[in-house]
């Protein structure tokens, strides 16, 4: 009798995080839904929109509950302060994305660090890239940032460079070319973003006319939180989303 009493009264038992997964896992459930419905209306498969969450500023706890809540893909934009985070984070399987600038000096660290490089910007860093590979035995997915906007934005390649890359690739044996990136200037109407994810489809398709290896442009990383239907009607495969997945950063970057 005073068992089963206790039994009755005794609280759920509840792991400290528990809320901050249930929290993500809800904001992940939105914005699967809205990706859905954007990408419906363009009529595009929304299984062929891959989630990568920008953890950048966010600890460990963050990135656990993040991975209980069933997101397998989380990005970094440093590559410092990624390589804590996935060392320490080892065991949750996650692949790592790095979405910000790579500087020349730190591509040996990532190549070996990262599934995926969005941040290609220069002949000069794939080839480092691809050595870097060679030596580690990596097989890095790797998006050339295209540069299109008229005002100069600070990091990507122009046109001319982005085929460049692309001729270059063609003597890669390690890394493997997937796509283009875009980072475009801020806008706080997330309609006037169209343009640019439309013009990053036109280099796409350009590319391809022009003999580029479909295989090689199977991927669109455009669309963060603010823009990210947006992106998806245009035909983003992947979308960068950090703060509707884990809120406001504290930290600017
Ligand atoms: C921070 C960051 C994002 C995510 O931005 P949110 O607006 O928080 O979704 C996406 N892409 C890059 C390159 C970033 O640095």
Not at 12 to 36: K, M, N, T, Y
Not at 45 to 56: D, F, H, T, W
Request: aromatic content about 4%; overall charge neutral; some cysteine.
């Amino acid at each position: 009798m005073a068992d089963s009493d206790e039994a009755a009264t005794r609280p759920e038992p509840r792991s400290p995080d528990s809320g901050l997964v249930r929290v993500i896992r809800q904001h992940v459930a939105e914005i699967d839904q809205r990706i859905e419905r954007a990408a419906r209306a363009a009529g595009r498969n929304p299984a062929a929109v891959q989630i990568v969450a920008v953890s950048k500023t966010f600890g460990l706890e963050h990135i656990r509950a993040a991975a209980l809540a069933g997101l397998t893909d989380l990005g970094e934009n440093r590559v410092q302060e990624a390589l804590q985070k996935i060392e320490q984070t080892a065991e949750l399987k996650i692949r790592w994305h790095l979405v910000g600038h790579l500087q020349s000096n730190k591509a040996r660290k990532a190549a070996g660090l990262f599934a995926w490089i969005h941040s290609v910007d220069s002949v000069d860093l794939l080839r480092r890239l691809e050595l870097a590979a060679m030596e580690q035995q990596a097989t890095p997915n790797l998006l050339v940032q295209a540069d299109l906007a008229d005002e100069a934005t600070k990091y990507g390649a122009a046109v001319d460079e982005v085929r460049r890359i692309f001729e270059v690739a063609h003597t890669c044996r390690a890394v493997r070319l997937r796509g283009l990136m875009l980072l475009p200037p801020w806008r706080d109407d997330p309609e006037e973003m169209r343009l640019y994810f439309r013009q990053l489809v036109a280099l796409r398709d350009a590319l391809r006319s022009e003999g580029v290896d479909a295989a090689k442009l199977s991927h669109l990383s455009m669309g963060m939180s603010h823009d990210f239907e947006v992106a998806v009607e245009e035909g983003a495969t992947m979308v960068r989303i950090g703060t509707a997945i884990f809120g406001q950063r504290v930290l600017s970057h």
